[in-house]
């Protein structure tokens, strides 16, 4: 079974700085997707970024940008110029490309990350 | 498109009583999930179905618990007996064609059990 750890329970960053957000997952797969989840205070889940496996670029969507390292099984997140509305609860999850756990997400213990002004 | 609708968005109910989850998905989505949130355990999936097909209700914790999909626009999650240890947030997320790129989640239902 996979697994997925964010070893990070709080994080906190000043407005308009960098931050990143560490994941690891385990998994003997070769093929799957990772995502990164943002959960704000509202508990709405909002998809912040996907990266397939195969791929060796890293994505990137904005300010949110990821460093995927697909030997060490890591997967970071790296949020800049963080704004306040960026306060959240952030998930690091992992889904097989294909077999029987196809579209099962796998979710870390996520990682509250708070902006101050 | 309205996005994942779930209701209600909190119950409160009694220990012994029967509670009902609903969720609309996003039209068009052939995949569901039923997913739990709390402190302890994070973020479980419960079930998931895929053209209305139950795939794997193995997150499903007891017997007490059951899911259905009469449909492709409707699915239930219910609970009976409820008890207070069912208590969290349950979210219901679509997706198109397993999810490669990312579910679309509910706002989820703040479930308390007293």
């Known amino acids: 079974a996979q697994t997925v750890t964010q070893s990070q329970p709080e994080m906190s960053v000043q407005e308009a700085e960098t931050v990143t957000l560490s994941c690891t997952y385990d998994?003997?797969?070769?093929?799957?997707?990772l995502f990164w989840y943002k959960q704000p205070p509202s508990r709405q889940m909002i998809l912040v970024i996907r990266?397939?496996?195969?791929?060796?670029q890293n994505a990137t969507e904005n300010r949110f940008s990821v460093n995927f390292q697909k030997a060490a099984k890591s997967f970071s997140l790296k949020i800049s110029d963080s704004q306040l509305g960026d306060t959240a609860m952030y998930f690091c999850?992992?889904?097989?490309?294909?077999?029987?756990?196809?579209?099962?997400?796998?979710f870390g213990q996520g990682t509250i990350l708070t902006v101050h002004p | 498109d309205a996005g994942v609708i779930q209701s209600p968005r909190h119950e409160v109910t009694e220990m012994g009583q029967e509670v009902t989850l609903r969720c609309k998905p996003i039209?068009?989505?052939?995949?569901l999930f039923w997913y739990r949130q709390t402190m302890m355990r994070g973020l479980e999936l419960l079930i998931y179905f895929n053209n209305n097909v139950p795939i794997d209700d193995s997150g499903m914790p007891e017997d007490r618990f059951s899911a259905k999909m009469p449909n492709a626009s409707f699915s239930t999650l219910k609970i009976q007996p409820s008890e207070p240890r069912d208590s969290a947030v349950y979210f219901c997320a679509s997706s198109f064609r397993g999810g490669g790129y990312g579910y679309t989640f509910g706002s989820g239902t703040r479930l308390t059990v007293v």
């Open positions: 999850a992992f889904m097989n490309a294909g077999g029987t756990s196809y579209g099962k997400l796998t």
């Open positions: 998994t003997s797969e070769s093929n799957y997707y």
């Open positions: 990266q397939e496996a195969y791929k060796q």
């Open positions: 039209s068009g989505h052939d995949y």
